[in-house]
């Protein structure tokens, strides 16, 4: 079979067929989500809002195309999903085009094949969420810029500021810092200080640059003041560098677990692509390649807030080293199939393991034994399957591209429609089920002790904003039941509980 065709069937299969598996998740997809129908129902496409407050979190790209998804589609999974996996889509797409271009084709079907089967981006480009559309726009704007300094084409310059925008409406500075400061390293390395400066200071480029990011910023502001120039620069983007936001702290070897977890099913192919690192000095692309890949994980590495998708930023440049490592692949490896079945072993086995821990928090608890029930025998025999299937791929006799094209479509099978639609109902349905049946019956629901913006969604209003009392519908869990007195159980399942209260919440047990 054609190498495209079977690349245009694997991103149909990965990108857009899960995109409906699992309810949203919290905290993140239910924010983003929550923020959009919100917009949407307050008609307000400047300021966004969350459970009726100032949300400051991310610039406005993302919501615009979850509203216009919404739009076209309705409010549910699909729609709000679906701009993550089309901006998904289109970076596996610029990844296969530019490593062709610069290389080969079965180095760029190779490249395109790890990327859509990596775990961390598995996640990410079905996740309603802003990173999926800013490593588009971080990955192409790196690409034309690199382009532009081999062929010296002025359009390819004008296309990076244009992508730089993009992503500074995505995310802010981050989307400025990491393809400029990898090209800053990268031309001073090469000594091409004159071409950097003309290069970072080119005044039509950043005329364009200008003319697309800065109205909804002077907008912004002009509407919130400094409640945007605090809450956005300062809070979400200087704090994080400086300060563990959020409690989300980790040593400086923090992101060496993450990198080896989300490459599965290939991690062996990226530690043989980046064992003798110091021979991709060699080449100028493949120097530009090892720079963006280092300089994100060194930033980040030292940045005071760590979270497992900031080094994605760096995963492209790796997606194609290893595209050209494996181009010289001729069989499956006992070496290369390892990571997985370990990782298929250890998914087998967790339900099991969740019986010998002894769990104190009654919500954790009654979460548990409900996930018992769904991560079954049944689902125990699946993973037997997949692990099989997967040794067995060494086996067979069909070419290289196919055997890695399988053991990424068992890989992903397994992810989407498997661990993450089982743990989907455990975490997360009961919270929807919960928001359908008080959207129904026409409650207005307080959250009480508990944080989960999908609820919202699901609800499709906000919270009430009022001191519980008799009468109030409450969505709460199990462990936060013994601040209340007495009450009428609506509904329960996995320690979720919708509850209205026949007895005043005494004060002091809030």
Known sequence: ?????????????????????????????????EATREMLRGENYITTYLDGNLRFDKPILIYWLQAFSVKIFGLNEFALRLPS???????????????????????AYYATIFMLSSLQINLITKAAIADSLLNLFIATSIFTIYIYIEERGKKYLYYTYTLIALGVLTKGPVAIMVPLVTVAIYLSIKKE?????????????????????????????????????????????????????????????????????????????????????????????????????????VFF????????????????????????????????????????VVLYIILFLLPVIVNFIDIKNLYVKE???????????????????????????????VTIELK??????????????????????????????????AKDRGLNVSLFHFTKPSFLVYLDAISIKTEPNVGSI?????????????????????GVYLIEVTKKIECNKM
């Open 301 to 340: 590495s030292f940045s005071g807030t760590k979270l497992p998708h900031y080094i994605i930023y760096g995963y492209t440049p790796l997606f194609i080293l290893m595209g050209l490592n494996a181009s010289s692949l001729k069989n499956i490896n006992i070496s290369l199939i390892a990571p997985i």
């Open 85 to 107: 996996a089309l901006a998904g889509s289109l970076w596996a797409l610029f990844i296969y085009k530019f490593t062709e271009y610069k290389f080969d084709k079965k180095s």
């Open 404 to 437: 890695i094209v399988l053991i990424a479509t068992i890989f992903s099978f397994t992810i989407n429609f498997i661990v993450i639609s089982n743990y989907g109902k455990v975490a997360q349905l009961p919270i929807k089920e919960a928001a359908i049946i």
């Open 193 to 297: 200080f004159k071409l950097l400066f003309s290069t970072i200071f080119n005044p039509i480029g950043i005329a364009i640059f200008i003319a697309i990011a800065s109205p909804w910023y002077i907008l912004e502001y002009l509407e919130q003041g400094e409640k945007f120039i605090d809450g956005f620069f300062f809070k979400h983007n200087l704090e994080r560098f400086s300060t563990a936001l959020e409690s989300h702290k980790g040593s400086y070897f923090y992101y060496i677990p993450v990198i080896l977890i989300g490459f599965l099913p290939f991690t062996t192919i990226l530690l043989s692509t980046i064992k003798d690192i110091t021979k991709y000095f060699k080449s100028n692309l493949e120097l530009l390649l090892i720079v963006w890949f280092i300089f994100v994980v």
């Open 1 to 33: 079979m054609n190498l495209r065709v079977l690349l245009i069937i694997f991103t149909l299969f990965t990108l857009f067929l899960p995109l409906s598996v699992a309810p949203l998740f919290d905290l993140d997809e239910g924010a983003f989500s």
């Open 367 to 397: 979460l548990l034994l409900y996930a018992k029930e769904i991560f079954n025998t049944t689902y125990m025999l699946y993973i037997m399957l997949v692990t099989l299937l997967t040794i067995a791929i060494k086996y067979i006799k």
């Open 474 to 494: 409450l969505l709460t869990k199990k462990s936060s039941l013994k601040n209340i007195d007495n009450y009428r159980v609506i509904y329960s399942k996995g």
